[in-house]
C-alpha cells in the first residue's frame, strides 16, 4: 500500500523514478521495488522520499 501511494504522489508530481531516485539519493531499481511492494522499506526512507524527494509532508497515525 505504500508503494502504491509513493508511486501515485510522485505521478501527481510529474516525476520520474529517476528523478526521485536521483533526489533522495536512492536507485531508480529501489524505487521500481517499493511501488510494486517487492521491497519493504525503513521509516527514515518512507521520510525522505516523501518528505524530501516528493515535496510533501509525511503523517503518521496509529489507531486502536
Not at 4 to 18: A, H, W
Amino acid at each position: 500500500m505504500i508503494g502504491e501511494v509513493i508511486r501515485e504522489e510522485r505521478r501527481l508530481v510529474k516525476m520520474t523514478q529517476q528523478q526521485l531516485a536521483d533526489k533522495t539519493g536512492t536507485k531508480k531499481s529501489f524505487i521500481s521495488r517499493i511501488e510494486n511492494g517487492h521491497s519493504d522499506i525503513q521509516l527514515s526512507t518512507l521520510y525522505r522520499l516523501v518528505e524530501i524527494g516528493l515535496g510533501k509532508q509525511l503523517s503518521l497515525k496509529i489507531t486502536d
